[in-house]
């Protein structure tokens, strides 16, 4: 089991990627801290995973990240129940879409207080309850961004705005932080079959192909939050870009897909514009390769 007896807190661990998330950590092995605004949702993700028979402890609590004070006496309260922190995902999220001189103001600081004010405050949150002892094992700081950095697609100003922003607070993170046994990483996923994206539909089973399940993005977060990536640092993983790796990692001829000291040089040779988006994640692509295996 990959993460045994680690402490993962997830944000938005209700539905969609969240919840997919907290069911793969209670695979590997994990402990979990569960929020989101809806205690129902939650209960769910919980119940999903006892059912599966994981012997993961699973404390689900109702918080609001823009809610500082709430969302720090929540994290108290697991770190009560499950002691220091391994990983902590700030994944909870939320969009709308209006052309931008129609934005309702209201709906655009809503935006920006979930996705960059609740990034700042899952942090100071957990920043003291975080397991900084063993630089062999470091605590992980994970945020769920998205591929609207860079792409900046139109009519989702508020969202693309707050996940161009998290990637900044990331970098200054990771930069004030690096002497602390703390890794900052994000996963920036395409489009997602969720609510955000799909509304009341998601989950319908009539998603276009190129939309990923949650689920899809399970191995970036598992491997984040596990031993391989305990040197990894201030990276972001595209998800579109592993997938075109994939890809072409099928089509590579077998002496090629052992590894990734194997594949660099074919990928190299076949995509050299992939190759530099994703040659800094071979040790990702090496995970990757070993479960496949
Ligand atoms: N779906 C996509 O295509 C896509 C693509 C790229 C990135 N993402 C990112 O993925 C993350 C997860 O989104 P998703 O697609 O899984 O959406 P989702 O299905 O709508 O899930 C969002 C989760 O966040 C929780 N949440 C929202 N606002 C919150 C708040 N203020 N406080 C606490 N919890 C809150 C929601 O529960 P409550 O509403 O009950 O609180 C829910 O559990 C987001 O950061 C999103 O930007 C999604």
Redesign the pocket.
Known sequence: MLLKGKNVII??????????IAIACAEEGANLGL????ME??NQTKEIIQSKGFPSKVVIK??????YDV?SKVFKEFYEELGPFNGVI??????RMWATHEFINEKFS?IL???VL?VFYTFKAAYGLMKKDDKKDKARFI??????YPNAPPRLTA?VA??YAVVGMQKAMASEYKRENINFNM????????????GKK?GDGNKADH??D?SDLNEYYLFLLSDYANRVDDILIFTFDIKETKKLLLDAPDDKKESWDNFQDYLKKESPELYEKVKNLGKLINFIISREK
């Open positions: 944000t938005g661990a209700g539905r969609g990627i969240g919840r997919a929020v989101s605004r809806t949702e939650i109702v918080a609001d990240v823009t809610n969302l700030a994944n909870a999220g939320y969009s809503e207080d979930t996705n609740g945020i769920t961004g998205s591929e609207a969202y707050s996940k996963i920036l996923p395409t489009q997602v079959d969720t609510r955000l994206l799909r998601a939309v990923l949650p």
